[in-house]
């Protein structure tokens, strides 16, 4: 079992940047494939980039480049430095930790974007 604490949302004007963050307890943290979804009004949840417990990462073609994931497995946490963000980034986001077939999910962060 594992718990997620998800932090860092906010509103923010186009071009700027924000930092997510994501603690988890409960479990040994570092087998755990670490990642952040987000769902925007009336879409389905998607991937926005992943992390594995020996630090490959993967990341949906539309934040290439502007968003950058890491973990710190002493620690337990996860980040995701969002930048040059968008409108089109505005949505909810989740942490989530993965092993197989088992997802834990924080509660959502909601990240808005907007003039």
């Known amino acids: 079992q594992v718990q997620l604490v998800d932090s860092g949302g906010g509103l923010v004007q186009p071009g700027g940047s924000l930092r997510l963050s994501c603690a988890a307890s409960?479990?040994?943290?570092?087998?755990?494939?670490m990642g952040w979804y987000r769902q925007a009004p009336g879409k389905q949840r998607e991937l926005v980039a992943d992390i594995t417990g020996g630090g490959s990462t993967n990341y949906a073609d539309s934040v290439k480049g502007r968003f950058t994931i890491s973990r710190d497995n002493a620690k337990n946490t996860i980040n995701l430095q969002m930048n040059s963000l968008k409108p089109e980034d505005t949505a909810v986001y989740y942490c989530?930790?993965?092993?197989?077939?088992?997802?834990?999910w924080g509660q959502g962060t909601q990240v808005t974007v907007s003039s």
């Open positions: 409960g479990s040994i943290f570092s087998i755990y494939t």
């Open positions: 989530n930790a993965r092993i197989l077939s088992i997802n834990f």
